[in-house]
């Protein structure tokens, strides 16, 4: 699937612009990403403790600035969790769409079997992104769970991939 919108690969040279993102987030979009409204204190430990040899960040900027949305790629065995988020300025242009794309080919090329989101039950917006990217949803109280079963990698998603990182290298891979 076309993916148009640049999305950039993360690396631990990158954890301020990814604190900074955080960081951006109001209140109630930190208790949304997070489960609960925490401090910017804890948004750096949680940076500080991303693992980039196990895990994946992918991001979309806006010029030389910090990401504008970002998704974190958490890889446990076969399967991965997907955290997401968008600055409310920036929403509605298709970023969460990009990036949750671009994360589940990834995967795929990988041999990741499954990926799924996991949030409060009254993140509706993740949940539009979840069914709208084929996810089946799962409710458990006052959680819930998008899941995706991953197909096995071709050569048009190795390709499809390839083409993602040459889009994300050239200057001009920002997003309007």
Known sequence: ???????????????????????????????????????????????????????????????????????????????????????????????????????VTWLRNRGILSAYVHCIAENASMMHLARRNGMRIVHTGGETDGRLELEAPTPGSRMAEWIDDLRAMRPAATAP
């Open 1 to 103: 699937m076309k993916n148009p919108t640049p999305t950039i690969h993360l690396f631990d040279r990158d954890r301020a612009a990814l604190v900074a993102h955080f960081v951006a987030l109001d209140a109630e979009d930190r208790r949304l990403r997070f489960g609960a409204s925490i401090a910017d204190t804890a948004i750096m430990e949680y940076v500080a403790r991303i693992d980039f040899e196990r895990d994946c960040v992918f991001a979309v900027r806006t010029g030389i600035r910090m990401p504008v949305a970002v998704v974190h790629v958490v890889r446990t065995g076969a399967t991965a969790e997907l955290g997401l988020s968008v600055l409310s300025s920036r929403r509605g242009r298709g970023y969460g769409d990009a990036l949750l794309r671009r994360a």
